[in-house]
Structure formats: structure tokens, C-alpha cells
């Protein structure tokens, strides 16, 4: 891929952009780290003018990259041909990517996908449609300690860091957090009170985190005989992020597991806003009749058709195999850099683990955005690694190289 030409920023914009910021836009995300003006490929630039690596990729959302031809001609045709047409109508993308969805979940006959605008709002409908499990009236949803399900209020209650929820009290009343990888406690929490139980395949906020060998196998099963629903949150874990099209759908990783609700987002427009809650199975499509749920902008023309073009690409290009690949390969090189004591993941969704008495992940993503690196300090003692699926090992060379002084490890 040709590198576009390096855009001059002038050092007063450099200088007058954080002041901006925060004279005008919401506080809640803390100061922003970089003004960045545009992207290609694996890169990103800011207004003045500095390359960055992206090893990050909006969190787990530029599949494709930063502006993939396929996207931006797919995004540009549909928003030049219709752009919104509001869910009392439908449009060609979007059966095309509904049809594309059920191919690559081989979902069976009766399965279903609603269409939103984000990961928040997939796991909301998944919770809805959790209200009616059972004929309705099962008071209690399941969720795992370390996991992340979004901010919005319901999903906020699944979300199990206290922090993020105690402020908002009293949340939506009903949901359990049970011990991480604990089958025990799991089996004593599931009965017929439970109306569903929500696991990340791979836990992503907490530092990229697999749950032990068993886990998923026997969520099934507890939630099968207490006649729960089993929602898998895929909203990082999906679109080839970890070399399969969604993570339970590995052997390894899903254990064989089929799903009553996957939840899928960020990686799935490419760039774009979109969010599906898919139902495996009519007796699952049936929880929500019609009438029950809605939204606006949710199954759009041009989100549609962005997620369509990420879904293609991915097969023609065949990034499954080359995340899956690369993935294995980075386990490896990354093991072997002093400093860095374990690597956690799966394909292209990795957890860096630092060594040492105290390791400052934070510290070490700055010294990195210093030198041109995007990477996610996602606790104290890991780095996430989420680079586009297009990434070559050729371009994330000089990371590899690079980090070892990033660590600084203690001589
Ligand atoms: C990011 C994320 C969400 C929330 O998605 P938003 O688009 O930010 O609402 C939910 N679940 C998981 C597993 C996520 O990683």
C-alpha cells in the first residue's frame, strides 16, 4: 500500500485543539491524546503531521484498516444512491447482510438479526428479549465477573466493574455477577429463576482473558437444563477478530457451543455505527413479537452497507486465516521480549502481560504513542493489542522492534 504524503499542520492547531476540546465537548472521556486528521491502511496521522502505527483500531472496530477502498466505495455508493429510510421500509444492503450473517453463523432455519447502532444496544435487545425467556417472569440474568456488556443502563447493570456502575444505583434490578471461571459457583447460580446468562468468549476489557478449559462448555449445559438463554457477547470477539468469523465458533475457544443470542458490534461496520443482536433458532427470534422493540437508525442503508463490504472483504482476502496466523506468530515474538511475561488472546485480539514488581502499562503506552505506536493500556499490568485485520507483520515489525525500550525493563 502506497503511503499518502505526510499533511503539514501548522503548530498553532497544534497547540489551540486540546483548549477546544474541552471549551466545547463532554469531559467524560478525559483529555483525548492525539487530534488525528486521517488514516490509511494500518496508519493514522495527526494535524501535525506524525504517523502512528494503529495497533489499536478504534478498539477493535477498523477491520478492514483506515479507509479500505471496499468500505469507502461501498459507504460512498450507498450514501449516493439512499442514505435512510427508517425501519418501516427495508433496502437491498441490508438483507444482503442479514442474508450474509445467518451464511457465515450457518444459523438454522427461523434464526433471526436485529439491527442497531452499537454494542450497548445489542446487548439492550439481548436483555429485552432475556425479560421473555421462559414465557417471562424469570427475575434473574447471569453475568461473569470482569466482563464488559457496554454503558447504557442495562447493559451497565451486566457490566461488572463496581466503579463504572455504583454511581448510576439502583441499576436494572435482577442481574447476579458470578465468580470468574468458577463452573461451581455457575452451577449453583443457574435454576429456573435465571433467564439468561451473558459470557464474553474472550474477555476484552479486563485484559484480554479466556476463560478456563470447560467454561463455555458448561454454561451451556447449566443454562440447556434450567432452560435459560446463553448470550454470547461477541461485540469485540466477532468479525475474524480471533481468526474465526465469531469467537465461539473456534473449537477451542467455544467449545462447540451454539448460542440462543450472539451480540456483535465494533468490528462489524468497519468504522461505521452498527450493532445485531442474532437470535439462533425461532423459539428465540419469538421472544420479542412484534411491536416489542425498535430503533430509528438501526439497520441503516449505509451501516448496512459498510458491514456488507467488511464481511466480503474479509472472505476475499482471507483475513480469518491471515488474522489467525499473525496472531500465532505475534505470541511468540511477543513471549520472547524481555519484559513481557505472558500474551493472552486469540488471532489479532491480544493481552500483552508485563513482568516486573510494578508494571505501568499506561507508562509504556505513552512511550509508545511517543514513538508513533497506538496501543491500549487496558489495565495496569497489560497492553491490548487490536490492529486491523489487514495488518501485515511487516508493518507491525517495527513494534516489535521497538518494544523492548518501550518496557524498559530493569537491567
Ligand atoms: C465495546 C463492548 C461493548 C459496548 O459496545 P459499545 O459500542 O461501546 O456500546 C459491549 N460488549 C463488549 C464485549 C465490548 O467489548
Known sequence: MTEPTTAAGTSDSAVTWREDFSRVLSPVFGAPQLDLVRGQGSYVWDAAGKQYLDLLAGIAVNALGHCHPAWVAAVSEQAATLGHISNFFTSPPQIALAEKIHEILDLPEGSAVFLSNSGAEANEAAL????????????IIIAVDGAFHGRTMGALALTAKAAYREPFAPGVPGVVHVPYGDVDALAAAVNDTTAAVFIEPIQGEVGVRRHPAGYLRAARDLTTAAGSLLV???VQTGVGRTGSWFAHQDPVIGE???PDIITSAKGLGGGMPIGATITV???????????????TFGGNPIACAAALAVLTTIDTEGLLDHARRLGDQLVTEL?????????SGAGLLLGVELSGEHPDAKAVAARALEAGFIVNPVTPERLRLAPPLTITHEEIAPFLTALPGLLRPED
Open 128 to 139: 429485552k428479549m432475556a425479560r421473555r425467556a421462559g414465557g417471562g417472569g424469570r427475575p
Open 232 to 234: 454470547l457477547d461477541e
Open 256 to 258: 462447540g457451543v451454539v
Open 281 to 295: 433458532g425461532e423459539a428465540n427470534t419469538a421472544l420479542l413479537s412484534p411491536g416489542q422493540h425498535g430503533t
Open 335 to 343: 513471549e520472547q521480549i524481555p519484559g513481557v511475561s505472558a500474551v
